[in-house]
């Protein structure tokens, strides 16, 4: 079992930086992959980024390129993304997510019906 925790959720203006934090507990060693995905009001959750938890792999949207930065300490079994340049559509409630699953391909690090544990979420706002 794994619970994640998310925290560091805020409002802030465009342009500005934020950092999430994502607090594991449980048997985190069991954890395949992690990552973030976010929902903003009235749409479907999407994914932002996923990294694996052993190596280290990173798989980002395109969205988020070159602004998103994950990553993580496994000493700590703590999940971080660091968010840059921050813009209003960036607005939504962030989720953490974790996978026992073993994933193969790029594109199953995306999809939400590959993560069996997630947390509350937590949310950042962008103004403009």
């Known amino acids: 079992q794994v619970q994640p925790v998310e925290s560091g959720g805020g409002l802030v203006q465009a342009g500005d930086s934020l950092r999430l934090s994502c607090a594991a507990s449980?048997?985190?060693?069991?954890?395949?992959?992690m990552a973030w995905f976010r929902q903003a009001p009235g749409k479907e959750r999407e994914f932002v980024a996923a990294?694996?938890?052993?190596?280290?792999?990173?798989y980002y949207a395109d969205s988020v390129k070159g602004r998103f930065t994950i990553s993580r300490d496994t000493a700590q079994n703590t999940m971080f993304l660091q968010m840059n340049s921050l813009k209003p559509e960036d607005t939504a409630v962030y989720y953490c997510?974790?996978?026992?699953?073993?994933?193969?391909?790029?594109?199953?690090?995306?999809?939400?019906?590959?993560?069996?544990?997630w947390g509350q979420g937590t949310q950042v706002t962008v103004s403009s």
């Open positions: 990294i694996r938890w052993t190596g280290g792999n990173t």
């Open positions: 449980g048997r985190t060693f069991s954890s395949y992959a």
């Open positions: 997510a974790a996978t026992t699953m073993y994933l193969t391909r790029s594109y199953d690090y995306t999809q939400t019906r590959k993560y069996n544990y």
